[in-house]
């Protein structure tokens, strides 16, 4: 009978517990809810669709306005390299010695040919001028004056080949000196002392010292939609703030066999001290219009490796859309995907947001 009681009274006590339970969590619930949604003071901007500049952006690198492989003509051992890599040197000056001992010879040879053929000459003339005398006085016959003539003719054709011989080895012993041909700055030097040089091969570059250009190279769809004086954009990616602008100055009108692309070329205006040969760059040039949605680039929200922007309801609340961003236009940002262009975001606020939340003024 006491057993019967307690169960009754123990059932009404565990259902009071659930109920009070089942408040408590509803209380929670909406104390988190209201928690959740704040007004947060704000500013905010519009998304827009406008047309911007459609462009093809050709990849290419920094290099000396001219550039120069000095070389030589002649065969033999490195001597002496006088320059060093990155050294200013003026026209004329010595950057490379070859070794000369074999040309010294044959000048040596050369120089006693010209006193040989001088003196044959010598001779040759005063026997022409005997027979001359002789042929007057009639003793001799016309036939041997001729035959005298004759040698003498040939002892001046050996003198002018004994001194164009001479000439010769003069200019070869020059190339054995490989002088500057212009002024500029040694970019690299291809041989040290005891290498053996070759006709025709490069000893040093040389590059011109001040200005500079950027060679770009365009596929073949794209080349026909540029033309000389087009505004382009030359962007050196390595360097902070290396942004410049020119008119296009020369489209090369013949293909790159090895690339199948044709080569655009810019001098750079005002070339910053930082650029160096061979750094990277990206060529932008116009070639129309598009539309594209624009946003203020405050407005854009990074977190990691993606990119969001709050966008504001018509209720004022705001949410977070992740978008896929383009290149900078201005101050603005160009939006790939994500934004239609209608949009109101938001560009600072005086604490950071959450989902839901309503921004004010």
């Known amino acids: 009978m006491s057993l019967r009681n307690n169960t009754r009274v123990l059932v009404p006590l565990t ?4 109920i009070l339970l089942a408040v408590g969590g509803c209380g929670k619930k909406n104390e988190t809810a209201v928690a959740q949604s704040k007004n947060v003071k704000g500013v905010t901007g519009q998304a827009t669709l406008e047309e911007v500049p459609l462009t093809i952006t050709a990849t290419g690198s920094i290099q000396a306005d001219r550039t120069v492989m000095v070389s030589t003509r002649m065969m033999g051992w490195i001597r002496e390299v006088h320059v060093r890599e990155g050294q200013t040197v003026a026209k004329g000056d010595l950057l490379v010695s070859i070794d000369d001992s074999d040309m010294r010879a044959k000048k040596a040879q050369a120089e006693a040919g010209l006193v040989e053929a001088r003196a044959v000459l010598a001779n040759a003339e005063k026997m022409a001028e005997r027979f001359e005398k002789l042929y ?3 003793s001799v016959s016309k036939q041997q004056l001729d035959d005298v003539l004759t040698g003498r003719d040939r002892a ?5 080949m004994a001194e164009a011989g001479l000439v010769e080895v003069k200019v070869n012993l020059e190339y054995l000196n490989v002088t500057a041909p212009t002024d500029g700055t040694v970019a690299r030097k291809m041989v ?6 070759n006709p025709g091969m490069p000893l040093v570059t040389l590059e011109s010292v001040g200005a500079m250009k950027v060679v770009a190279h ?6 026909s939609s540029v033309k000389l004086g087009d505004p382009v954009t030359i962007d050196v990616t390595s360097l902070d703030d290396a942004v410049f602008a020119a008119p296009l100055d020369t489209v090369i009108p013949a293909v790159n066999p090895g690339s199948r692309t044709y080569d655009i070329e810019n001098i750079l205006p005002d070339p910053d001290p930082r650029l160096k040969s061979g750094m990277f760059a990206r ?4 070639v129309g219009k598009r539309q594209a949605v624009l946003v203020p680039a405050a407005a854009v929200t990074r977190r990691g490796q993606l990119t969001g922007i709050w966008a504001v309801h018509d209720d004022g609340t ?10 900078p236009i201005g101050d603005s940002v160009e939006v790939l995907s994500g934004l239609t ?4 975001v938001v560009l600072s606020t005086e604490q950071p947001l959450a989902e839901g939340d309503r921004v004010v003024k």
């Not at 001046?156 to 002018?160: D, H, P, S, T």
């Not at 365009?218 to 080349?223: I, N, R, S």
């Not at 262009?341 to 109101?344: A, F, L, Q, Y």
């Open 15 to 18: 259902a009071v517990l659930a």
């Open 136 to 138: 007057a006085d009639k």
């Open 341 to 344: 262009g209608s949009e109101t």
């Open 192 to 197: 040290e002392a005891g290498d053996m040089a």
């Open 218 to 223: 365009l596929a073949e769809k794209d080349v």
């Open 283 to 286: 060529v932008s040039v116009p």
């Open 156 to 160: 001046m054709a050996g003198l002018k």
């Open 318 to 327: 705001a949410h977070l859309r992740w978008v896929r961003l383009g290149r």
